[in-house]
């Protein structure tokens, strides 16, 4: 096993850190890293803004459902879909790109583009020894996050990502089996073998948080998916991006 694949295979979240912030050496890299990462048709629909000031940082832990690990890490980026830029564009090169830019495919560019540079930076950091957490949480109010990070219109935050040096050794979470989530050729129809797979899972996930609470827990995945789906959350979220100009045609 190469050590790429190690790192990829190793991966877990982490939610506490040293207090120890990042040099400019590592946060450029990661940011490098970043851009290294494949762009549908070069468009390049995203920005990432990294937050430094403490005060900030201390919001945005409180708009993300008051997660302490938002503040305390050793840098804090946030993830943006962006096609602001291609606003600018259109007006450079006095062309009305409007309707391109406002359409349902170009706001999935710019969401795909901005996962995948995502995606780069947390291996990158991984592959230092630094240790990362996604943060979706800054989703349950961007009109604040929009205010407090100044972006403009044609661009959204989508998720912010906390890294940092680790302060705590978590567990490998098990993830679907191979067969459940890789199909050759079409996607598998046979319901009972779904279903046996699912209830397979199922036991492994119990298994997993019985022995890391002490029996304290051993919920199921399915259970988890049915009370986390059964509650709405952030169901403002199409009023927002329209507002932006995004997602409308």
């Known amino acids: 096993m190469n050590p790429v694949i190690e790192t990829i295979l190793q991966h877990r979240s982490i939610r ?15 940011v490098k890293s970043a851009q290294a990462a494949s762009t549908s048709s070069f468009i ?5 803004i990294g937050v430094t000031n403490q005060a900030k940082k201390d919001k945005l832990a409180e708009l993300a459902g008051n997660q302490a690990y938002v503040a305390a890490n ?7 879909a962006d096609l602001h830029r291609h ?6 090169e006095k062309e009305n790109l409007d309707e391109s830019i406002e359409s349902t495919e170009k706001f999935m560019v710019a969401l795909i583009d901005a996962a995948l540079a ?3 930076a947390a291996l990158a950091a991984e592959s230092m020894g630094l240790g990362i957490c996604y943060i979706g949480g800054i989703r349950n109010d961007l009109k604040g996050v929009k205010e407090l990070l100044k972006t ?20 490998l979470k098990p993830r679907l089996p191979l067969e459940h989530v890789y199909m050759e050729n079409e996607y598998q129809q046979d319901r ?19 022995e890391r609470t002490g029996g304290k827990r051993a919920d199921t995945w399915t259970g988890q998916m049915a009370g986390m789906l059964g509650r709405k959350s952030r169901m403002y979220m199409k009023e927002f991006i329209e507002e932006q100009h995004l997602n409308k045609k």
């Open 87 to 92: 606003k600018v564009i259109g007006e450079m």
């Open 44 to 48: 390049q629909a995203y920005s990432i």
């Open 192 to 210: 009972q073998k779904f279903e046996e797979q699912l209830k397979d899972y199922n036991e492994t996930t119990s298994d997993y948080y019985r």
């Open 152 to 171: 403009p219109e044609y661009v959204v935050p989508l998720f912010g990502l906390a890294v940092g040096y680790p302060d705590q050794e978590t567990d």
């Open 74 to 80: 050793g840098h804090f980026f946030v993830f943006c």
């Open 118 to 120: 995502a995606q780069n």
């Open 16 to 30: 506490r850190f040293k207090e120890k912030k990042l040099d400019r050496e590592k946060i450029e890299m990661i």
